[in-house]
């Protein structure tokens, strides 16, 4: 008697990526876009990066000048847009992105580039051609988690996205990457995981999909940073989301697809809220 097709060879079948795409024809939902240039593509990629920017600040992702959000362009690889230094996140538009090279050169636009940033996204984008955007930022959760130099566990489902999906780096915890030697460092680290808390200093997150999953998984784990404190200062010992049952939840609900599939209800809001992103 044959077995039973799983979930994920039912979705094969169906050319379905999620659980979550309907089945039923006609609904309203969420479609990844295609493009037939590269300009296209490009108008599209920035507009996303000004919307993670803006989601951000919204978040209350800001610190001063820190952080940094990148995504590489659709044609030339070696370059990516990254938001201008010292423009608050709020602020950020189309008009005041920057395009640069792995060596920290401004290709267009009038801004510079943010040092710290050139070093780890420029490390990150050079030595893995699939990922295509990157997010950092001092968090007020994560910077204080990433002081534990703990990895998160698997306390909720949410928290379960992580599972085995993130690492905790320790080299140079604390000193500020401005040197390009701690951005290869960080490079290193993100060999087939979305996500890294960096002792000390705080969290990063990176995509082979998109700028907006790689903000959704960043805005989502300063959330799980923030949850986890929060069940440490109760002094209990919270009970775990087993291997296996963590390990399901993140092929379901912790892949690249559905960190872009959060974002679309935020951009949706930015949307219709600030159109000034425009600009």
């Known amino acids: 008697m044959n077995a039973k097709p799983n979930i994920n060879e039912i979705l094969a079948m169906t050319g379905r990526k999620s659980i979550y795409q309907p089945e039923q024809q006609g609904l309203i939902y969420p479609d990844e876009p295609e493009f037939d240039s590269f300009e296209e593509a490009r108008t599209h990629l920035k507009q996303r990066l000004v919307a993670a920017c803006r989601a951000f600040a919204l978040h209350g992702l800001d610190y001063g000048f820190a952080g ?6 659709p044609e030339h690889s070696g370059l990516y847009w990254t938001n201008p230094m010292a423009v608050h996140f709020a602020d950020v538009k189309v008009s005041n992105l920057i395009l640069a090279d792995h060596e920290g050169k401004v290709i267009e636009g009038d801004y510079a580039i943010n040092r710290a940033g050139f070093v780890l996204h420029a490390a990150v984008h050079e030595e893995h051609p699939d990922i295509v955007a990157m997010c950092h930022a001092h968090t007020v959760y994560g910077t204080a988690f990433a002081a534990l130099g703990q990895e ?29 030697k701690a951005g290869h460092k960080v490079a290193n680290a ?90």
């Not at 940094?68 to 362009?73: A, S």
């Not at 998160?152 to 040197?179: N, S, W």
Request: net charge negative; aromatic share 10%; charged share 20%.
């Open 190 to 279: 993100f060999a087939g995981v979305k996500a890294a808390i960096h002792q000390n200093h705080g969290l990063l997150t990176a995509s082979r999909h998109s700028i907006e999953a790689a903000a959704f998984w960043f805005i989502a784990l300063e959330r799980c940073c923030q949850q986890q404190l929060m069940v440490a200062a109760t002094g209990l010992t919270p009970t775990l989301v087993t291997p296996e049952r963590a390990r399901y939840s993140r092929e379901h609900v912790g892949s690249e697809y559905i960190g872009w599939l959060h974002f679309q209800p935020i951009w949706e809001n930015l949307l219709r809220t600030q159109p000034d992103m425009f600009d």
């Open 68 to 73: 940094h959000l990148t995504v590489r362009d």
């Open 152 to 180: 998160i566990l698997p306390i909720t489902q949410d928290a379960a996205a992580f599972f085995e999906d993130h690492v905790v780096i320790r080299e140079e915890a604390g000193q500020v990457a401005v040197e390009t």
